[in-house]
Protein backbone atom coordinates (compact mmCIF):
# COMPACT_ATOMS: atom_id res chain seq x y z
CA UNK A 1 0.00 0.00 0.00
CA UNK A 2 1.36 3.43 -0.90
CA UNK A 3 2.65 5.47 1.80
CA UNK A 4 0.06 8.01 1.42
CA UNK A 5 -2.61 6.01 1.70
CA UNK A 6 -1.44 4.71 5.03
CA UNK A 7 -0.04 8.24 6.35
CA UNK A 8 -2.88 9.47 8.92
CA UNK A 9 -3.25 13.03 10.90
CA UNK A 10 -2.64 10.71 14.58
CA UNK A 11 0.99 9.96 12.90
CA UNK A 12 1.84 13.33 12.21
CA UNK A 13 0.02 14.91 15.59
CA UNK A 14 2.09 12.04 17.11
CA UNK A 15 5.58 12.50 16.04
CA UNK A 16 4.91 15.97 16.46
CA UNK A 17 4.22 15.90 20.10
CA UNK A 18 6.88 13.38 20.82
CA UNK A 19 9.60 15.55 19.08
CA UNK A 20 8.08 18.65 21.18
CA UNK A 21 8.20 16.46 24.57
CA UNK A 22 11.07 14.85 24.21
CA UNK A 23 9.47 11.95 26.04
CA UNK A 24 6.71 9.27 25.06
CA UNK A 25 4.97 9.56 28.49
CA UNK A 26 4.70 13.51 28.17
CA UNK A 27 3.60 13.09 24.86
CA UNK A 28 0.73 10.69 25.37
CA UNK A 29 -0.26 12.93 28.36
CA UNK A 30 0.15 15.93 25.72
CA UNK A 31 -2.45 14.22 23.34
CA UNK A 32 -4.49 12.65 25.91
CA UNK A 33 -3.99 8.97 25.35
CA UNK A 34 -2.20 6.45 26.62
CA UNK A 35 1.74 5.56 26.45
CA UNK A 36 1.28 2.07 24.23
CA UNK A 37 -0.96 4.16 21.61
CA UNK A 38 1.95 6.69 21.20
CA UNK A 39 4.51 3.64 20.76
CA UNK A 40 2.10 1.78 18.78
CA UNK A 41 1.60 4.83 16.23
CA UNK A 42 5.41 5.81 16.16
CA UNK A 43 6.17 2.50 14.88
CA UNK A 44 3.46 2.44 12.12
CA UNK A 45 5.20 5.61 11.06
CA UNK A 46 8.59 4.55 11.23
CA UNK A 47 7.72 1.53 9.06
CA UNK A 48 5.81 3.80 6.36
CA UNK A 49 8.77 6.50 6.64
CA UNK A 50 11.20 3.35 6.23
CA UNK A 51 13.37 5.06 8.68
CA UNK A 52 14.28 5.64 12.58
CA UNK A 53 12.81 8.53 13.77
CA UNK A 54 13.87 8.61 17.18
CA UNK A 55 16.90 7.22 19.45
CA UNK A 56 16.07 6.50 22.87
CA UNK A 57 18.39 7.88 25.77
CA UNK A 58 18.05 7.40 29.26
CA UNK A 59 15.82 10.91 30.30
CA UNK A 60 13.63 10.02 26.91
CA UNK A 61 14.08 10.38 23.44
CA UNK A 62 16.40 12.28 20.42
CA UNK A 63 15.11 12.98 16.47
CA UNK A 64 17.22 11.26 14.38
CA UNK A 65 18.80 13.04 11.05
CA UNK A 66 15.50 11.31 9.68
CA UNK A 67 13.54 12.83 12.42
CA UNK A 68 14.44 16.20 11.95
CA UNK A 69 13.45 16.23 8.23
CA UNK A 70 9.78 15.09 8.65
CA UNK A 71 9.16 16.99 11.65
CA UNK A 72 10.16 20.51 10.18
CA UNK A 73 8.13 19.50 7.38
CA UNK A 74 5.40 18.07 9.07
CA UNK A 75 5.24 20.71 11.83
CA UNK A 76 5.00 23.37 9.37
CA UNK A 77 2.60 21.12 7.69
CA UNK A 78 0.08 20.84 10.16
CA UNK A 79 0.88 24.76 11.30
CA UNK A 80 -0.09 25.72 7.76
CA UNK A 81 -3.34 23.45 8.27
CA UNK A 82 -4.37 25.02 11.36
CA UNK A 83 -3.65 28.64 10.08
CA UNK A 84 -5.83 27.95 6.96
CA UNK A 85 -9.06 26.92 8.81
CA UNK A 86 -8.68 29.58 11.50
CA UNK A 87 -8.62 32.08 8.59
CA UNK A 88 -11.83 30.67 7.12
CA UNK A 89 -13.28 30.66 10.52
CA UNK A 90 -11.93 34.40 11.00
CA UNK A 91 -13.62 35.22 7.68
CA UNK A 92 -16.60 34.07 8.40
CA UNK A 93 -17.07 35.21 12.16
CA UNK A 94 -14.66 38.35 11.80
CA UNK A 95 -12.38 37.17 14.84
CA UNK A 96 -8.77 37.06 14.62
CA UNK A 97 -6.75 34.01 13.67
CA UNK A 98 -5.82 31.28 16.28
CA UNK A 99 -2.33 32.02 17.95
CA UNK A 100 0.17 29.76 19.86
CA UNK A 101 2.22 31.24 22.35
CA UNK A 102 4.81 29.34 24.27
CA UNK A 103 6.32 31.19 27.35
CA UNK A 104 8.63 30.11 29.87
CA UNK A 105 6.45 29.81 33.50
CA UNK A 106 7.81 32.53 35.11
CA UNK A 107 7.61 35.24 31.89
CA UNK A 108 4.16 33.97 31.27
CA UNK A 109 3.02 35.36 34.75
CA UNK A 110 4.52 38.40 35.03
CA UNK A 111 4.62 39.60 30.89
CA UNK A 112 2.67 37.35 29.22
CA UNK A 113 -0.44 37.00 31.15
CA UNK A 114 -1.11 41.05 31.17
CA UNK A 115 -0.42 41.25 27.40
CA UNK A 116 -2.90 39.38 26.31
CA UNK A 117 -5.95 40.92 28.72
CA UNK A 118 -5.14 43.68 26.48
CA UNK A 119 -5.36 41.59 23.30
CA UNK A 120 -8.52 40.13 24.58
CA UNK A 121 -9.87 43.88 24.56
CA UNK A 122 -8.94 44.91 20.98
CA UNK A 123 -9.46 41.32 19.88
CA UNK A 124 -12.36 39.36 21.67
CA UNK A 125 -12.99 36.55 20.11
CA UNK A 126 -9.91 35.70 19.14
CA UNK A 127 -8.16 32.33 20.35
CA UNK A 128 -5.17 31.81 22.09
CA UNK A 129 -3.14 28.54 23.36
CA UNK A 130 -0.43 28.95 25.37
CA UNK A 131 2.08 26.36 26.35
CA UNK A 132 4.99 26.25 28.42
CA UNK A 133 8.21 24.23 29.00
CA UNK A 134 12.08 24.66 28.99
CA UNK A 135 13.80 27.28 26.80
CA UNK A 136 14.88 24.56 24.90
CA UNK A 137 11.51 22.78 24.69
CA UNK A 138 9.58 25.90 23.40
CA UNK A 139 12.35 26.79 20.76
CA UNK A 140 12.00 23.64 19.30
CA UNK A 141 8.27 23.68 19.62
CA UNK A 142 8.66 27.17 17.20
CA UNK A 143 11.48 25.92 14.75
CA UNK A 144 9.06 22.80 13.49
CA UNK A 145 5.48 24.91 13.29
CA UNK A 146 3.62 24.04 16.37
CA UNK A 147 4.29 27.52 18.20
CA UNK A 148 3.68 30.77 16.43
CA UNK A 149 6.32 32.54 19.00
CA UNK A 150 8.05 32.14 22.21
CA UNK A 151 8.90 34.75 24.82
CA UNK A 152 11.68 33.24 27.01
CA UNK A 153 15.72 33.40 27.28
CA UNK A 154 17.49 34.07 24.45
CA UNK A 155 18.40 30.17 22.76
CA UNK A 156 21.59 29.32 22.25
CA UNK A 157 23.14 30.64 19.06
CA UNK A 158 23.18 27.18 17.03
CA UNK A 159 19.37 26.92 17.20
CA UNK A 160 18.63 30.42 16.28
CA UNK A 161 18.75 29.12 12.54
CA UNK A 162 15.40 30.81 10.98
CA UNK A 163 14.57 32.45 14.14
CA UNK A 164 14.91 35.98 14.68
CA UNK A 165 15.13 37.17 18.61
CA UNK A 166 14.13 40.26 19.98
CA UNK A 167 15.40 41.84 23.60
CA UNK A 168 13.23 43.22 25.38
CA UNK A 169 14.75 43.27 29.20
CA UNK A 170 17.91 41.46 31.39
CA UNK A 171 16.36 39.29 34.41
CA UNK A 172 18.10 37.82 37.19
CA UNK A 173 17.76 34.86 39.11
CA UNK A 174 17.10 35.29 43.13
CA UNK A 175 17.47 33.55 46.35
CA UNK A 176 14.75 33.05 48.46
CA UNK A 177 13.49 31.15 51.22
CA UNK A 178 10.36 30.98 53.58
CA UNK A 179 9.57 33.97 56.12
CA UNK A 180 11.09 33.17 59.41
CA UNK A 181 14.12 31.41 57.95
CA UNK A 182 17.27 31.70 60.05
CA UNK A 183 19.23 32.98 56.64
CA UNK A 184 16.13 35.90 56.32
CA UNK A 185 17.33 37.09 59.77
CA UNK A 186 20.71 38.11 58.28
CA UNK A 187 21.47 41.50 56.86
CA UNK A 188 24.80 39.85 55.26
CA UNK A 189 25.09 36.37 54.11
CA UNK A 190 28.63 34.53 53.17
CA UNK A 191 27.34 32.49 50.18
CA UNK A 192 29.34 29.74 51.32
CA UNK A 193 26.54 29.18 53.85
CA UNK A 194 24.31 27.94 51.48
CA UNK A 195 25.93 24.88 50.88
CA UNK A 196 24.29 24.36 54.49
CA UNK A 197 21.21 23.67 52.98
CA UNK A 198 19.13 22.25 50.09
CA UNK A 199 18.96 24.09 47.00
CA UNK A 200 16.39 23.78 44.63
CA UNK A 201 17.20 25.36 41.47
CA UNK A 202 16.41 24.53 37.60
CA UNK A 203 16.39 21.96 35.67
CA UNK A 204 20.13 20.78 34.80
CA UNK A 205 20.28 22.07 30.80
CA UNK A 206 17.87 25.08 30.78
CA UNK A 207 19.50 28.36 30.60
CA UNK A 208 18.48 29.53 33.90
CA UNK A 209 20.70 26.54 35.50
CA UNK A 210 23.41 27.36 33.42
CA UNK A 211 22.92 31.43 35.05
CA UNK A 212 22.66 29.51 38.35
CA UNK A 213 25.44 27.51 38.11
CA UNK A 214 27.83 30.94 36.28
CA UNK A 215 26.70 32.21 39.99
CA UNK A 216 28.37 29.44 42.11
CA UNK A 217 31.15 28.99 40.10
CA UNK A 218 31.92 32.96 40.53
CA UNK A 219 31.30 33.31 43.83
CA UNK A 220 33.67 30.85 44.47
CA UNK A 221 31.69 27.95 46.17
CA UNK A 222 31.82 25.21 43.51
CA UNK A 223 28.43 23.74 42.32
CA UNK A 224 25.85 22.40 45.00
CA UNK A 225 25.76 18.59 46.00
CA UNK A 226 22.33 18.85 47.86
CA UNK A 227 19.39 19.51 44.98
CA UNK A 228 16.54 19.41 44.01
CA UNK A 229 15.98 20.14 40.43
CA UNK A 230 12.20 21.55 38.73
CA UNK A 231 11.04 24.34 36.56
CA UNK A 232 7.48 23.54 38.36
CA UNK A 233 7.15 26.84 39.76
CA UNK A 234 4.33 25.81 41.95
CA UNK A 235 6.25 22.43 43.31
CA UNK A 236 9.22 25.18 44.18
CA UNK A 237 7.07 27.70 45.55
CA UNK A 238 5.45 24.37 47.98
CA UNK A 239 8.75 23.04 48.50
CA UNK A 240 10.45 26.07 50.07
CA UNK A 241 7.09 27.08 52.28
CA UNK A 242 7.63 23.70 53.81
CA UNK A 243 11.09 23.52 54.28
CA UNK A 244 14.22 25.12 54.88
CA UNK A 245 15.08 24.48 51.22
CA UNK A 246 16.83 27.91 49.48
CA UNK A 247 14.77 28.43 45.88
CA UNK A 248 17.26 29.73 43.29
CA UNK A 249 14.73 30.88 40.88
CA UNK A 250 14.05 33.58 38.30
CA UNK A 251 12.60 36.91 39.40
CA UNK A 252 9.60 37.03 37.30
CA UNK A 253 8.68 33.57 38.55
CA UNK A 254 8.28 35.05 42.76
CA UNK A 255 7.89 39.07 41.96
CA UNK A 256 3.98 38.93 43.49
CA UNK A 257 5.56 36.23 46.86
CA UNK A 258 8.28 39.30 47.19
CA UNK A 259 5.55 41.70 47.55
CA UNK A 260 3.00 39.86 49.61
CA UNK A 261 5.58 38.98 51.99
CA UNK A 262 5.18 35.39 51.22
CA UNK A 263 9.03 34.59 50.54
CA UNK A 264 12.43 36.55 51.36
CA UNK A 265 14.49 37.20 48.95
CA UNK A 266 18.28 36.59 50.62
CA UNK A 267 20.72 39.58 50.75
CA UNK A 268 23.19 38.29 48.06
CA UNK A 269 24.23 39.77 44.81
CA UNK A 270 23.08 37.60 42.15
CA UNK A 271 23.55 39.83 39.34
CA UNK A 272 25.84 37.62 37.47
CA UNK A 273 22.95 35.92 36.85
CA UNK A 274 20.67 37.90 34.74
CA UNK A 275 20.26 37.01 30.93
CA UNK A 276 18.45 38.23 28.25
CA UNK A 277 14.32 37.88 27.97
CA UNK A 278 12.52 38.43 25.16
CA UNK A 279 10.36 37.39 21.84
CA UNK A 280 11.49 34.99 18.86
CA UNK A 281 9.71 34.61 15.80
CA UNK A 282 10.34 32.33 13.05
CA UNK A 283 11.45 34.83 10.14
CA UNK A 284 8.62 33.52 7.77
CA UNK A 285 5.85 34.27 10.41
CA UNK A 286 7.19 37.36 11.79
CA UNK A 287 4.91 40.22 10.08
CA UNK A 288 1.62 38.39 10.28
CA UNK A 289 -0.87 40.86 11.87
CA UNK A 290 -1.78 38.76 14.70
CA UNK A 291 1.50 38.20 15.71
CA UNK A 292 2.47 41.56 15.38
CA UNK A 293 -0.13 42.98 17.91
CA UNK A 294 0.53 40.35 20.33
CA UNK A 295 3.78 41.07 20.04
CA UNK A 296 3.25 44.97 20.47
CA UNK A 297 1.30 44.08 24.20
CA UNK A 298 4.04 42.20 24.77
CA UNK A 299 6.57 44.94 24.78
CA UNK A 300 4.27 46.93 26.45
CA UNK A 301 3.84 44.51 29.57
CA UNK A 302 7.52 44.43 29.47
CA UNK A 303 8.43 47.91 29.02
CA UNK A 304 6.31 48.11 32.07
CA UNK A 305 7.60 45.49 34.21
CA UNK A 306 11.35 46.25 33.90
CA UNK A 307 10.36 49.64 34.38
CA UNK A 308 8.79 48.46 38.00
CA UNK A 309 11.84 46.70 38.65
CA UNK A 310 14.51 49.14 37.87
CA UNK A 311 13.09 51.53 40.51
CA UNK A 312 12.82 48.96 43.31
CA UNK A 313 16.30 47.97 42.06
CA UNK A 314 17.30 51.32 42.99
CA UNK A 315 15.15 52.32 45.70
CA UNK A 316 17.09 49.17 48.12
CA UNK A 317 20.63 49.87 46.57
Known amino acids: ?84 LSSLSAEEEGEAPALVIGALPNVGATVLAPALVRFATSAPRARVSVRTGSNAQLIAALKQGVLDMVIGRLAEPSDMQGLIFEHLYNEPLLLVVRPGHALSLLKEIDPALLDSYRLVLPDAGTRAREAADRFFMAVGTGLPMRVIETIDLSFGRSYVLHSDAVWFVPLGAIENDLQQGSLVRLPIDTSVTEGPVGLTLRVDHATAESIQRVSDEIRLSASERFGAFSKSQSATS
Request: hydrophobic share 40%; no cysteine.
Open 1 to 84: MPFKDRLKMRHLRTLVAIAEHGSLVRAAKALNVSQPAVTKTLAELEDIAGHRLFERTPKGVNLTGAGQILVRHTGSGLRAIHDG
